[in-house]
């Protein structure tokens, strides 16, 4: 770094200002926004600060300018132009020096780099973040959903291999269909917006009577015990909607043979995190729900099993709702919202992370009505 021949503290460099004036110009095209209480915090306490020692804060840019010759006063121009205008903007978005200051800037860099896909369960929850608020603009903001796929691309089909008596081919096949399962289920618009889940249905073995029958009445009819949600994410359009065209997804999916000759398992662990908002004009506040499924799936040889080629069997199946409304058993998600009155029973334990993957649902955890770590 350049310094000053009658000074020996470090000067402001070329590329500083550069970069100082990218980040200045890049501020000034968003709207501006109210500081938050601990980002007016920090800002008043930096402003009481009323005798700075020496450093990059005063001297050292002017003392570099002023042995430049005629750049400088070219330099020294622009430099007073920007420094205003890096003051208007402090005061309009003071989180931009904020952020710089406590290093959350570099974290939130780091958590929007893509992970890679989940091969293996993980051996521990994900980091800690900065507990930012999501907006309209960045649903995800917070979360460490934020590194994760977005959407279909998340549900990532692993190679086939022959299985438990089930041809390569037909495992691939099970494999696809899973996939198209579960984003029928979890993903589609209408599913979403409390359709039927015909995509997802049709791929389901129409012998499986019993079983479609109990599915058919949990959406007609649904209960505590025979709740859609058991297997499709859906919301009332009415009372909700995105925020945002994107639902981030992580998980995995892989295959086993079955417990007798002719039946194959494909198994899936996803979890699904969707930003919603209230339906109604004006509406601002972001809340996230994440559900959390694991699903089995099976496939059998037709001849000698009463199967349907090319069809799925739902051999068993667990979910876990994260912020969704206790005591409401309508079939529905329900986030809860800060305008929310309180409804069902009050939520106790202790606090789990939705965003832990590393036990299965198998595993234990919280009945009924707990509390959350974070959303």
């Known amino acids: 770094m350049a310094t000053n021949s009658d000074d020996d503290r470090p000067a402001v460099s070329d590329e500083e200002w550069a970069r100082f004036v990218e980040d200045a110009q890049a501020g000034t095209g968003q709207a501006p926004r109210e500081p938050s209480a601990r980002a007016r915090m920090v800002t008043a306490r930096l402003q009481d600060r009323s005798a700075e020692p020496p450093g990059w804060r005063t ?24 420094f205003i205008a890096a003051l208007a903007l402090i005061a309009i978005r003071p989180e931009l020096v904020i952020d710089r200051v ?16 989940e091969t293996a369960r993980p051996s521990a929850p994900p980091s800690a973040l900065h507990p930012d608020l999501p907006t309209l603009k960045e649903p995800f903001k ?23 008596g089930m041809s390569k081919e037909q495992v ?8 198209q399962f579960l984003v029928a289920a979890n993903l589609d618009p209408a599913t979403l917006r409390g359709e039927r889940p015909a995509a997802a249905l049709a791929l ?31 919301v009332k359009a009415a009372e909700l909607k995105p925020a945002g065209d ?14 007798e000759a002719g039946q194959a398992h494909v198994l899936a662990d996803y979890t699904f995190v969707y930003p919603f908002v209230k339906a109604k004009p004006g509406a601002e506040q972001v809340e996230r729900t994440i559900v959390r499924r694991e699903i089995t799936f099976s496939i059998a040889d037709p001849r000698k099993w009463e199967a349907t080629a090319g069809k799925l069997w739902l051999d068993k199946f667990n979910v876990d709702l994260a ?28 606090p789990v992370d939705p965003y832990d993957r590393s036990k299965s649902l198998e595993a234990g955890g919280p009945e009924d009505c707990g509390t959350l770590s974070r959303s």
């Open 172 to 179: 691939a096949d099970a494999l696809e269909k899973a996939k």
């Open 59 to 82: 001297g050292p840019a002017w003392q570099e300018m002023q042995g430049r010759g005629r750049g400088k006063r070219r330099l020294k121009a622009a430099g007073a132009i920007v």
């Open 323 to 350: 912020n969704s409304a206790c005591g409401v058993y309508d079939g529905f998600l329900h986030p809860v919202f800060d305008e929310d009155a309180p409804t069902g029973p009050t939520p106790s334990g202790t």
């Open 246 to 259: 994107v639902v981030k997804v992580r998980g995995r999916m892989w295959v086993e043979p079955g417990k």
């Open 204 to 234: 389901l073995d129409p012998k499986l009577k019993e079983e479609l029958d109990r599915v058919d009445g949990s959406l007609t009819a649904p209960t505590k015990e025979n709740d859609p949600l058991h297997l499709f994410s859906r």
């Open 142 to 164: 917070g979360s460490p959903a934020l590194q994760w796929a977005d959407g279909a691309a998340g549900i990532e089909v692993p190679v086939a291999e022959a299985a438990g």
């Open 102 to 117: 406590t290093g959350k800037a570099a974290q939130n860099d780091k958590a929007r780099e893509a992970l890679p896909a």
